[in-house]
Every structure is written in structure tokens, then in C-alpha cells.
């Protein structure tokens, strides 16, 4: 079985790493402190002080950090992960980044022999602990084929969406339509409170019909719990939205559910809320 190497074990990543060690794989990771990585390390993961001497020891490398910068940095850098990978090797990125950047980590990787996907995920914390994510992949068919029995692990619904940059086009159409339902299911909630209805009732009710959505299902038992940690940060929705807005004014496309979306959670994050989960969206209206 391929030698895996995983930066980036943070609310996601920690899970996914787990399912990895789990179905039997030998998995090295990296982390900024070796105290972080503790709960792998006593799964049998091994640790890395450094990103390229990770990258030196893997057959597969996946990474899922914060920003497009993080990634430009980790495979582009002076010590990034092409220049250390060997020939034939897979580097995976899942962070939710530029398309942009993709097709340029991707045409690097081909000159170097070394094979490159982008393949972010939807599903947040419980889609990664219970291996079921939407993983959307951009690249190589051949590659992706090469890896699917990993895609596996993670993932319930694993689809290959076209050259390299796809995957991460793919996850700005996920992202804008969670944006403007994120609205809409807050909104709906401040509703059934301010007319004195029973929001679990409500939920009940609406779950199940037309209404129904992820958010809706997943999200808004929290809010009602006042639950607002994190399965997927504010600040990391806004750089999402962000690269989609940018992506959608290159294409001369308007979209204004999404620049709504982002004004609203910037507003939170300016009130010191960015490191809530996205459900915290309903302290906009409260």
C-alpha cells in the first residue's frame, strides 16, 4: 500500500487522517508543533519536521490547509513539495483554492513526472469523520484512477469533473449555492421564533419537504443548541466566497445572493466572530 503523506490535520483533516490509518495505510504528517499531531501519533501516524522531508518519504501527499497562498507556498515554495517528491508520486491538494493556481501546480508537477489533483471537499466536520465528504476532483483521468481506492476512504460521493482547476470550479458552484441557502435557512429560523413557533417543531416539519437542505438538516440543530463551533470556519466561507466572486466577475457573471452572503458574514468576522462556524451566521439578525 502507498506511503501517505497529510499536512494540514486541523478540524477536517485530523478525521480523514484517522480513516486513512485506519484502513491499514502508513501515514506520515507534518504539523506546525509536533504536540498537534498527538492524537495521530498515537494512531500510528508518523511525524515530520519539515514539509519536504514528508514530502521525500510519501507515494501520495495530501494537503488540505487554509488560503491559496498556503498552497502556493507548500508545493511552489523553495521547499516545496514538487521539488521533493520523487517521480511518480501523487501530491492531492484539498484545500479550497484558485482554480488558477491548480492548473499551475498541476502543469509544474507534469514537468517533474509527478502526478497532480485538486480535489477540495464539501461536507464539513461530520462529513470527515464519518468518511462520507463530496469530493470534486480536477486532473489527470489516470491519476485519478491511480487514487480512487483512497478518494474511497474519504468520501461517499467521489466525481472527476475534468482537467486540472475543475475540482476547485466545482467547489465555488458548492460554495455559492450554500451561501444564499445559508441565508435562507437563518432567515427562516428568526421567523418561526419571532412567531412564537417551536424552532425543533419547525424543523420537524420542513426538514423532510421542499425546504429541506444540508444546512437545514446539519446546521440549524446547532444554532438551536447556541452551538456555534466551528465544522467549517467564517473565515475560511469569506476566502471561499472570495475566490468565487473573483472567478464569477472574470466570466462577467453576476451574482448577487453570493456578494450579499459575503457583506453578511464580513460583517461578523469584523465583530471578532471569524473563527465561529458558518451557523453563526444567525448573530447577523439577533
Not at 480535489?119 to 484512477?145: Q, R, Y
Not at 435557512?185 to 426538514?207: D, H, Q, W
Request: aromatic share 6%.
Amino acid at each position: 500500500m502507498e506511503k501517505i503523506g497529510f499536512v494540514g490535520t486541523g478540524v477536517m483533516g485530523a478525521s480523514m487522517a484517522s480513516h486513512l490509518l485506519e484502513a491499514g495505510y502508513e501515514v506520515f504528517v507534518y504539523t506546525r508543533t509536533k504536540l498537534k499531531a498527538e492524537a495521530l501519533l498515537a494512531k500510528g501516524a508518523h511525524w515530520e519536521a519539515t514539509p519536504s522531508d514528508l514530502a521525500a518519504k510519501v507515494d501520495v501527499l495530501i494537503s488540505m490547509v487554509g488560503y491559496p497562498k498556503d498552497v502556493e507556498e507548500l508545493y511552489l515554495g523553495e521547499a516545496g513539495f514538487l521539488n521533493h517528491l520523487k517521480q511518480g508520486a501523487v501530491a492531492i491538494d484539498m484545500t479550497t483554492s484558485s482554480p488558477a493556481l491548480a492548473k499551475k501546480i498541476a502543469e509544474v508537477g507534469a514537468g517533474k513526472g509527478i502526478g497532480v489533483l485538486d480535489a477540495p471537499v464539501s461536507g464539513g466536520d461530520i462529513g470527515a469523520k464519518n468518511g462520507t465528504l463530496a469530493i470534486m476532483v480536477g486532473g489527470s483521468a489516470e491519476v485519478f484512477e491511480q487514487v480512487k481506492p483512497i478518494f474511497a476512504i474519504l468520501g461517499s460521493s467521489v466525481i472527476l469533473q475534468g482537467e486540472a482547476g475543475s475540482g476547485q470550479h466545482t467547489k465555488m458552484v458548492n460554495q455559492i449555492a450554500i451561501a444564499s441557502n445559508m441565508i435562507g435557512v437563518t432567515e427562516a429560523i428568526i421567523y418561526a421564533e419571532k412567531a412564537g413557533l417551536n424552532p425543533s417543531r419547525v424543523l420537524e416539519s420542513i426538514s423532510g419537504g421542499a425546504a429541506g437542505s444540508w444546512s437545514l438538516t446539519n446546521l440549524i440543530p446547532r444554532v438551536l443548541k447556541d452551538d456555534f463551533s466551528p465544522g467549517f470556519f467564517i473565515k475560511h466561507f469569506i476566502k471561499d466566497m472570495g475566490i468565487a466572486i473573483t472567478e464569477a466577475k472574470q466570466m462577467e457573471i453576476e451574482l448577487p445572493g453570493l456578494i450579499l452572503a459575503e457583506k453578511m458574514y464580513q460583517t461578523l468576522a469584523e465583530r471578532g466572530l471569524s473563527e465561529e462556524g458558518t451557523q453563526a451566521l444567525i448573530k447577523y439578525y439577533r
